[in-house]
């Protein structure tokens, strides 16, 4: 074995000065150099070094100048290396191309020079190179070699030779050298250090988990946040410009994924055109989004989209370094990567992925070897995410090399993975209304969402793909999923009041059972009928509702038929009157009570007890409310046991009986929430708040009165100006009328295009009283009037009633008002 304690004479180079007794030198480096000749020396210069050359080998590339983000790693790794005096340190970092794996060990070299003075190296193991194969641990042994010996003559040596002078290289001296672009351990085990003080920077794509055995777990680099992500734009297209335009560089770093490198190639495109404005080069890219999104619904090739807007004069950095992971893949994998860029943009559960690629053991293998590779992360133990970027790199192979037919079965099993959870889900959120429907694929490995609280979860959790894989069939005309989808996920996009996402998917649903399936067309008419009477948009809610009801009653289904009833007699009570709204319930009653069905008995009930308290019969209303609550119950249907809840405590407070009051509405709450029904969470807040101000726990009511206003605003804008008017009573008792006034002036205006007479009226009422207390008399008269008028023609004699004492009181206050004039 050749060390450097057993050779004898040679030259010295500079570099090598620091590592051996001066008078030592010339007896010790001649046979070292004949030790490393074997075969040509790789070099980082275009021609083989001359004498000037010697000992400036694998120079350590300058530092960024614009550096931005990385300080969470930054302080990590610093604080390693501070903590290991004496002992080799080896710090790795792995990550997707262009995620600045290489910026960042470049800037740790910077900043460590003058701990470790006596060299700094850099070589390039050239792993994702274009048409050059990775260096061998041969190679890149006598390439560091040299670096710190000097150039040597050319004798032969083995790998444990040159191993072996190497380990007293590192040992002998304080040096940093980065390892950049590694292939695998392999490749770099020979080079980690046993003893000195050496530190060693490792950047690699791949995870090299073989590192974590000596204690030098590699960490992984994700994309830059926003704020990362803007600065490094900032930094380099200059901060004058960047400031005048901050909405178009937070669009263009999202464009650009959040990936350092295509913001930087973005960044420096944008630089290099100072007559454009920074919204131009936004609009550009964003149209190539666009068009790619176009192309990928047609299924036509690709253009060159967001990756071809990232380049470098003719260069395209990321898609190539994108191009060099995939290549190396086997077969197997790239065919899973491929078919990734099927899937929506979500992360996605590994079911999903075994459902995509039909079988489930090459689906984890490939997931093991993506993941391993940073081309698919992920996020926790089963669901796994990928960047935009790489989906839009992995589309474009997909298209190119999959047939229509690939992509249709493939796309095919995916959806109908979605669709089977999806039914599964749905069951056990109503059970007695199930779907009937079912997947047509078996797929042995399903979520378990067999009780309530897993089953919104995990629709909360897919929300987006399901969305996406409705767009997905319409693509490769898996046609019936295009109804199937949205139906199986109707139940949660009611309890979650997502009708901004609901109805035109919906709408798209009607459009493609028509010719078909009849039934799918009533219950997605039926659904969108709730929708859009959550929306405000009574009209055609009633019109969906008895539309869905002929052709139920066409189908022969008696008790789909008398739903419709139930559900559109609250807009056929803003439309038509409350007559023709109750008559609508006694009649599904009817219905139901033919049929033997006693959870549609219980909906109707209610309604009629909704009815009822507007009318402000209350005694008939709690009746009402007693039946639908063990009808409920019998029914195990959670969220109606707490509507009942909610509207009886409503009752309670408005007979005086706020203890009893908040008793029940708290009960409410507590079953909304079992329930995960957002929308009702937010109307029984809203009580129990104002029923708490009523019974004088004022500061109490203010502090759980925000939670009501943020849920309506998030999940049931049509509930919203219900939540003003308690806000604005309660900024009233606090003694601020006017942030009261704003507020009851905001819920009338909201209410107005509603057709919500009584809402509106209460805002009134409410609004008269504020501005009394503020003494302008004739205001509050005025809205008095407005509230009374309300409540005579919707024949709600309490309500006329209360708006007459308050029209009375504004009036005996503007009479005094004028007497002490």
């Known amino acids: 074995m050749v060390t450097l304690a057993t050779v004898d004479t040679g030259n010295v180079s500079p570099r090598v000065s620091w590592m051996l007794p001066i008078r030592l030198l010339a007896e010790h480096l001649r046979p070292v150099a004949r030790a490393l000749e074997t075969g040509p020396v790789p070099s980082q210069h275009s021609s083989e070094p001359t004498a000037a050359d010697l000992g400036t080998s694998c120079p350590l590339p300058s530092d960024i100048r614009d550096f931005t983000g990385r300080e969470s790693e930054m302080a990590d790794i610093s604080e390693e290396i501070e903590g290991a005096d004496g002992f080799p340190i080896v710090q790795a970092v792995y990550g997707m191309g262009g995620i600045g794996k290489t910026t960042l060990a470049v800037r740790l070299a910077h900043r460590y020079k003058a701990r470790y003075p006596d060299g700094q190296y850099f070589i390039d193991l050239q792993a994702h190179t274009v048409g050059v194969d990775p260096l061998t641990p041969e190679q890149t042994l006598r ?41 695998s351990f392999d490749q770099i085990q020979r080079l980690l250090p046993r003893a000195g003080q050496v530190l060693i920077l490792v950047t690699s794509r791949r995870w090299l988990e073989e590192l974590g055995a000596d204690g030098s777990v590699p960490r992984q680099l994700t994309v830059f946040d926003e704020d990362a992500s803007v600065e490094l734009f900032t930094r380099v297209v200059g901060r004058r410009r960047s400031d005048t335009e901050p909405e178009a560089v937070e669009e263009l770093v999202r464009l650009c994924g959040h990936l350092p490198l295509a913001i930087r190639l973005k960044a420096a495109y944008a630089k290099g055109r100072p007559t454009w404005s920074l919204v131009d080069i936004r609009d550009e890219m964003a149209e ?116 229509w037919e690939s992509r249709r079965q493939a796309s095919g099993r995916l959806i109908d993975y979605y669709l089977a959870v999806a039914l599964s889900a749905r069951q056990v959120q109503l059970p007695a209304r199930p779907v009937s429907d079912t997947a047509e694929l078996l797929h042995p490995q399903l979520p378990d969402v067999s009780s309530l609280a897993p089953s919104l979860q995990w629709f909360e ?130 219905e139901y009570t033919s049929a033997g069905d006693s959870f549609g008995s219980a909906e109707a009930e209610y309604l009629l007890a909704m009815a009822a308290r507007l009318d402000g019969d209350q005694a008939r209303a709690l009746g009402h409310l007693r039946r639908a609550l063990d009808l409920y119950q019998d029914s195990a249907f959670t969220a109606g046991e707490a509507r009942c809840l909610n509207l009886m405590g409503v009752i309670q407070r408005l007979g005086g009986d706020y203890t009893t009051a908040i008793g029940t509405l708290e009960e409410a709450v507590h079953l909304y929430r079992k329930a995960h029904d957002n929308r009702g969470i937010a109307h029984a807040v809203n009580n129990l708040a104002s029923a708490m101000a009523l019974a004088g726990n004022l500061e109490q009511a203010i502090g759980i009165h925000s939670e009501a206003l943020e849920r309506f605003q998030k999940y049931s804008p049509y509930g919203y100006p219900d939540a003003l008017l308690v806000a604005g009573d309660l900024r009233s008792r606090q003694g601020d009328h006017a942030a009261a006034e704003l507020k009851l002036q905001e819920a009338v205006r909201l209410y107005r295009p509603m057709r919500a007479s009584f809402g509106e009226a209460r805002a009134h009422l409410l609004l008269a009283a504020t501005l009394r207390q503020q003494g302008r008399y004739a205001a509050g008269a005025s809205e008095a009037v407005e509230a009374l008028n309300f409540y005579r023609n919707a024949g709600n004699e309490t309500g006329a009633a209360a708006a007459q004492r308050e029209l009375e009181t504004c009036q005996a206050g503007l009479e005094d008002a004028s007497g002490n004039d």
């Open 143 to 183: 390439t560091l070699l040299r670096a710190t010996l000097g150039h040597p003559s050319k004798e032969g040596s083995t790998l444990p030779e040159l191993s072996s002078v190497w380990q007293d290289v590192v040992r002998l001296g304080r040096i940093i050298v980065v390892l950049d672009n590694a292939e």
């Open 288 to 403: 190539e989004e666009r068009t790619e999104t176009e192309r990928g619904r047609r299924q036509a090739t690709p253009a060159d989209g967001r990756l071809g807007q990232l380049r470098l004069g003719t260069a395209h950095p990321v898609r190539t370094a994108f191009l060099t992971s995939f290549r190396r893949l086997p077969e197997p994998h790239q065919r899973l990567f491929r078919l990734l860029g099927l899937h929506p943009p979500e992360a996605m559960d590994r079911r999903a992925v075994e459902a995509l690629a039909e079988d489930g053991q090459t689906a984890r293998a490939g997931l093991h070897v993506l993941t391993r590779e940073s081309l698919v992360n992920e996020h926790g133990r089963s669901r796994i995410g990928m960047h935009d970027l790489l989906r839009e790199y992995a589309r474009g192979e997909l298209v190119a090399i999959e047939s």
């Open 461 to 590: 959790l897919e929300h987006q793909n399901l969305l996406g894989c409705i767009d997905l069939a319409a693509q490769y005309g898996h046609t019936s999923y295009v109804w199937r989808l949205p139906r199986a996920m109707g139940m949660y996009l009611s309890l979650s009041s997502n009708s901004k996402d609901a109805i035109p998917r919906y709408e798209r649903g009607i459009e493609a059972a028509k010719a078909s399936d009849q039934r799918a067309v009533a219950d997605l008419r039926g659904l969108l009928g709730d929708a859009l009477r959550a929306e405000g948009k009574q009209d055609r809610s009633l019109a969906e509702f008895r539309a869905a009801r002929s052709l139920y009653i066409g189908l022969g289904d008696t008790v789909s038929a008398a739903d419709m009833l139930t559900r559109g007699s609250a807009p056929q009570r803003t439309i038509e009157g409350p007559e023709q709204s109750v008559a609508s319930c006694l009649q599904a009653i009817e």
